[in-house]
């Protein structure tokens, strides 16, 4: 005989499988008698919370709520201070409204058989915002939890009823769109595109940006001069160097993924004394200070990534007071900031 399911107890009282987790765990967000009818509906079906005996568990969700805590799910949060200003002001948030939040960190990739942490799992957290995961294995793992959730990007093709939350996206496709138009507008005509296009789909909307900037202009770009497929975790240097020393010649201008891209763009015309100031424009996506070579120096694009851990921040607490409310996915207005693009300049 099967153990019975939170499903199993939300299809019976014709409510979700949040609405249910919310009560069995005593979080906030559920009528005091939509609760009793679950708690009463757990034990009639035998539903054990963590292996324990039904009145065991009927009983632990009836204690006192513990901390309000939200957990930001991040993987490699130190590699770079874009996630750290969103982390900072999203705790910032959070906290002024009596919520603490706390940290849980997963690997980049999902090897077999892995499972996700306890904390995220136990009880221990009352909802999740996700940041920096493009694993597709862990993002379906951190869908299928029954928790209020908010999504900070995606990877392509993971839609808004697979993801089970709320999903935010930077808009970028007509900022690329702008910035390469403005190219083409002053003769660069073998453009190139950096960046991996599968890897989010943040990065895909800058590459139809790109694209559509070509149609609008009668043209159409090389593939030949792009580099979108995926790059190893700590290689990008040397692929992006490979790819460039494999063409024939090189590109009148560059239109990158990110600044993160463009300074390894810059490092290489640096290590090869090759002219690019005034010559051949250069621009990136984040306007991240970090790296020096091309930072306040290139086209880029401001993400303003304070305001989008406030985001963050007000939509999982709407999230958690309203669990039941249809998902929706946002886009962030971003502003292309043209720096040293004119040619000969």
Request: proline content about 6%; hydrophobic content about 40%; glycine content about 8%.
């Amino acid at each position: 005989m099967t153990k019975p399911t939170m499903q199993e107890i939300a299809t019976a009282l014709n409510t979700s499988r949040i609405t249910v987790w919310k009560a069995l765990n005593n979080r906030p967000g559920v009528s005091e008698g939509l609760r009793r009818q679950i708690l009463q509906k757990a034990q009639e079906l035998g539903y054990a919370k963590g292996g324990a005996p039904a009145a065991a568990a009927a009983q632990a969700a009836a204690a006192p709520a513990s901390a309000r805590t939200v957990s930001v799910v991040v993987s490699r949060p130190e590699s770079s201070l874009f996630w750290m200003q969103i982390v900072h002001r999203l705790a910032r948030e959070l906290t002024l409204h009596g919520w603490n939040l706390m940290y849980t960190y997963l690997p980049a990739y999902c090897e077999e058989g892995y499972s996700l942490p306890a904390a995220l799992t136990d009880g221990s957290v009352a909802g999740i915002i996700v940041l920096n995961i493009y694993s597709r294995p862990l993002l379906q793992l951190l869908a299928d939890l029954p928790l209020p959730k908010v999504f900070l990007d995606t990877v392509p093709g993971f839609t808004l009823p697979e993801l089970g939350g709320d999903l935010l996206l930077l808009e970028g496709r007509r900022a690329v769109c702008q910035i390469t138009g403005r190219l083409l507008d002053q003769g660069c005509q073998r453009l190139s595109f950096i960046g991996d296009v599968g890897y989010a789909q943040t990065n895909a909307d800058r590459y139809q940006g790109f694209l559509e900037a070509h149609r609008e202009h009668g043209l159409t770009p090389d593939p030949a001069l792009c580099l979108t497929g995926p790059f190893g975790l700590h290689t990008h240097y040397e692929e992006i160097g490979r790819f460039l020393d494999g063409l024939p010649q090189l590109p009148d201008g560059y239109v990158c993924a990110s600044d993160y891209i463009a300074h390894y763009i810059q490092q290489y015309y640096d290590d090869r004394s090759l002219p690019r100031a005034g010559q051949v424009p250069l621009t990136g996506f984040d306007n991240n200070s970090e790296y020096a070579n091309v930072a306040n120096r290139i086209t880029t694009v401001d993400t303003q990534t304070p305001t989008i851990g406030a985001r963050l921040a007000w939509r999982i607490l709407f999230r958690l007071a309203n669990p039941d409310a249809a998902c929706e996915t946002s886009y962030v207005s971003t502003r292309v900031l043209f720096r040293g693009t004119e040619k000969n300049g």
